[in-house]
């Protein structure tokens, strides 16, 4: 999921003096007549999604007056280390947004609520199962669990100019018919002009023909390639015995290899674009020196909103391996452990995440929500910014291996990152990217292990 810095000084702020008095964030146990208090702690931060947060937060006060939900801004970049503090002081908020790969760590430390019996049978029953094992995980005591209601998630799309992809006359992927990652290499190599090198954005025939094919951004390389390593089965992680390894085999290598092989033998991918972020590369996008841009789902916001008036592009589907099958991570809402009204809570939520609502946080995030109802709704599978393509990805999300792996985010941040970067900047082989990531990655699992 996207981690974004708006508002993170004043959310701290904000944090500390909303969800700072009385145990849970709920205050003391309301006296007779006074309603119940709960705070919640949002992440949202584009302007559409938060007012979508705040104008559900105030239709249920107005239709609630026994219990009274109080937004609290928070900020993806400080929320894990706030709610530490806010856990360990027995003063978090009563509901909690979050991603689920934050909540195996606050489960096992007993600070989130196990929600598998408070659940409405409603809400279980919309969201698919592969939903809820993002968040299903080992508690306190040891003891699998639910730790929070998965609502938005996130896959891989193709982004496309739409007059280079016409004038190669390659087939047009749709949901039901994806490209395999063999058409897709195709694809790219006949979008690609014999002198990529050449480009000028002065040059009209440049600007026809398209300099390249793609555009893989890889500053932050790991999730988008073990999420897309699954349309081959790539798991990356093995347990045996209670013991949870790396692994490195020919299914792990397919995905790695493809876009190497896409970089440096096809020379149909833009190498100015390896060190980017994944929105870097729009500017060059929209002046046509290159045709596909993979990526996550929310990144149509930012084409709907900067792109120029006359470029036209349209929303594919991820190409797809022995499966189309990708990683999914879910934005999540939970309960502390220490709230004196869960049940309350639970009501909040169970409103807060129905199938309308969800379409409509889903829409203001530009991401996909978990409920079948919300995904049935006509603002999700309309063809406009390419929402029905966006839509139908999300039954291809399953659980992603690493969410269970303890020591995942170190393996991610000090061994898989430079390690993916080196490979995809040609200084290491495949072989080298594999033996690294094993030996080393071991290594720092070993100590969660202990």
Known sequence: MRIKSALAAAAVVAFAAACGSGGGGGGEAASSGEPVKLNFLSLAW??????????????????????????VQGSWDNVNDQLVTQFAGGTAPDVIHNDSPALAGFASDGYLLDLTSKLPAELKSDIPQSAWDTVTFNGGKGEQGI?????????????????????????????????????????????????????????????????????????????????????????????????????????EREVLQRIHDQLYKDKSADPAALGQGTADPLPAFYKGKFALLPAGVYLRQQVVEQAPEDFEWVTLPAPKGT??????????????QDSKHA???????????????????????????TSQTAAADPAMTTQENGWDVATASAKNLVVAPFLKVNGFDEWKSKVATPVLQEYFANKITIDDAAKRLVEDGNKVLERYQQ
Request: neutral net charge.
């Open 46 to 71: 584009q302007k559409e999604s938060v007012a979508a947060n705040n104008q559900l937060v105030d239709e249920w006060n107005k239709a609630n007056p026994k219990i009274q939900v109080t937004y």
């Open 147 to 251: 730790y929070g209601v998965p609502f938005l998630q996130e896959s891989q799309v193709i982004i496309a100019n739409k007059k280079l992809l016409d004038a190669a006359k390659v087939r047009i992927p749709t949901a039901d018919n994806p490209w395999t990652w063999d058409e897709f290499s195709e694809a790219a190599k006949k979008m690609t002009s014999d002198n990529p090198s050449t480009w000028d954005e002065s040059s009209d025939s440049a600007k026809k023909s398209g300099a390249y094919g793609v555009a893989w951004p890889m500053k932050s390389p790991v999730n988008k390639t073990l999420n897309l390593a699954l349309n081959f089965g790539g798991t990356f992680f093995q347990t045996t015995d209670g013991k949870t390894t790396v692994k490195v085999g020919p299914e």
């Open 323 to 336: 499966s189309a099958q990708q990683g999914a991570v879910s934005q999540t809402l939970s309960i502390a």
């Open 343 to 369: 049940d309350e809570a639970m009501k909040f939520i169970s409103f807060f995440l129905n199938g309308a609502n969800q379409a409509k946080l889903a829409k203001g995030d530009w991401l996909l929500p």
